[in-house]
């Protein structure tokens, strides 16, 4: 099924979005040609719609994985994938980064750690993710990192700070900003990043500090899930013997980092009002800038899906992680 849908991939359109950052469009524009203009985004987005719709029913019929496909249909151009690059000794201990072709100046670093319960998951699954992110002229990190059974909890925050202290001293050597190095997870891939990003124990470990961060971007995150009522979760966090500092929300201060948080209006998975809308509450009574996004047309996998083109008109997902890190204060 891989080699179908990449040589479907092949017919497809190239999606390369234009290089980081973008420029403002010009000006002298009629009205009417914004009317236009407009008019062919609006279908442009019914559109999308309907190819989501479509995968929707493909993913459920086709026998394949959605990552699967979602990869099958990814461009492979706009970057250069460097693999298998080792931030610690283990087998789990490697990432894969994404550099983005075409830039001048040091780019923006993200360091994006995918979600599976800490149970699952492969940075390879991810590369759609990842493309989407360095089409935009960003360098992209997917670390693994260790899961249950091997380990339990804090060792796949331990993995996870040794990534990003990795990011740090190597992120140059591929055209990376190390002092725009931003902290990005997809549900309990969000968990880890926020960790890092509030909870200064775990990069202070590795004699680095969470104020280095440029911030956090949080997609269908777990930042608030005690009592823990999942029993594939319980054990991977020691319950019912759970710490109260195991959660994100409780380590919020002043001094956390910029945050954008995108999370679905409903969501069964991962409750977005003792999550997603907490935190950012924690947040702004704290004064940290907090921006949060909900979107109607989203589910917990989709959130992260509609970075990959093909379901980009679920909602402005890509748009929203760009303008973040663009808005740098």
Same mark, same amino acid.
């Given at each position: 099924?891989?080699?179908?849908?990449?040589?479907?991939?092949?017919?497809?359109?190239?999606?390369?979005?234009?290089?980081?950052?973008?420029?403002?469009?010009?000006?002298?524009?009629?009205?009417?040609?914004?009317?236009?203009?407009?008019?062919?985004?609006?279908?442009?987005?019914?559109?999308?719609?309907?190819?989501?719709?479509?995968?929707?029913?493909?993913?459920?019929?086709?026998?394949?994985?959605?990552?699967?496909?979602?990869?099958?249909?990814?461009?492979?151009?706009?970057?250069?994938?460097?693999?298998?690059?080792?931030?610690?000794n283990g087998p789990r201990h490697a990432l894969d980064l994404y550099q983005p072709l075409g830039c001048t100046d040091p780019a923006p670093v993200v360091v994006f750690f995918y979600g599976g319960?800490?149970?699952?998951?492969?940075?390879?699954?991810?590369?759609?993710?990842?493309?989407?992110?360095?089409?935009?002229?960003?360098?992209?990190?997917?670390?693994?990192?260790?899961?249950?059974?091997?380990?339990?909890?804090? #060792?796949?925050? @331990?993995?996870?700070?040794? *990534?990003?202290?990795?990011?740090?001293?190597? %992120?140059?050597? +591929?055209?990376?900003? $190390?002092?725009?190095?931003?902290?990005?997870?997809?549900?309990?891939?969000?968990?880890?990043?926020?960790?890092?990003?509030?909870?200064?124990?775990?990069? #202070?470990?590795? @004699?680095?500090?969470?104020? *280095?961060?440029?911030?956090?971007?949080?997609? %269908?995150?777990? +930042?608030?899930?005690? $009592?823990?009522?999942?029993?594939?979760?319980?054990?991977?966090?020691?319950w019912p013997k759970t710490a109260p500092e195991t959660q994100p929300l409780m380590h919020v201060t002043a001094h956390a980092p910029r945050t954008l948080l995108i999370s679905p209006e409903h969501?069964p998975v991962v409750n977005p009002e003792r999550n997603s809308v907490a935190l950012a509450a924690a947040l702004q009574r704290a004064g940290v800038a907090v921006t949060l996004k909900r979107y109607?047309?989203?589910?917990?996998?989709?959130?992260?899906?509609?970075?990959?083109?093909?379901?980009?008109?679920?909602?402005?997902?890509?748009?929203?992680?760009?303008?973040?890190?663009?808005?740098?204060?």
């Amino acid at each position: 099924m891989r080699t179908v849908w990449r040589a479907v991939s092949r017919r497809m359109p190239d999606p390369v979005l234009p290089a980081w950052p973008s420029r403002p469009d010009p000006g002298g524009v009629r009205a009417a040609d914004k009317r236009r203009v407009l008019e062919k985004q609006r279908m442009s987005t019914l559109a999308l719609r309907v190819i989501a719709l479509l995968l929707a029913a493909v993913f459920g019929l086709a026998g394949c994985s959605p990552v699967t496909v979602l990869n099958g249909l990814t461009a492979e151009t706009g970057y250069v994938q460097h693999p298998t690059l080792p931030y610690a000794n283990g087998p789990r201990h490697a990432l894969d980064l994404y550099q983005p072709l075409g830039c001048t100046d040091p780019a923006p670093v993200v360091v994006f750690f995918y979600g599976g319960s800490w149970r699952s998951g492969e940075r390879a699954e991810y590369r759609f993710a990842a493309a989407a992110l360095a089409q935009q002229g960003l360098l992209v990190i997917v670390p693994d990192y260790r899961l249950y059974p091997e380990v339990t909890y804090p #060792a796949f925050l @331990q993995d996870a700070a040794r *990534a990003v202290v990795w990011t740090f001293q190597n %992120a140059a050597n +591929y055209g990376g900003d $190390p002092g725009r190095i931003y902290v990005m997870g997809h549900s309990a891939g969000a968990y880890l990043a926020a960790m890092l990003a509030y909870d200064a124990r775990w990069l #202070a470990a590795e @004699q680095h500090s969470p104020q *280095a961060l440029a911030g956090f971007i949080g997609l %269908a995150g777990p +930042y608030s899930f005690l $009592p823990i009522e999942d029993p594939e979760v319980q054990p991977i966090f020691h319950w019912p013997k759970t710490a109260p500092e195991t959660q994100p929300l409780m380590h919020v201060t002043a001094h956390a980092p910029r945050t954008l948080l995108i999370s679905p209006e409903h969501d069964p998975v991962v409750n977005p009002e003792r999550n997603s809308v907490a935190l950012a509450a924690a947040l702004q009574r704290a004064g940290v800038a907090v921006t949060l996004k909900r979107y109607e047309a989203l589910n917990h996998a989709t959130t992260l899906g509609a970075l990959a083109w093909p379901l980009r008109g679920l909602a402005p997902v890509l748009d929203d992680i760009t303008a973040f890190i663009a808005a740098v204060p």
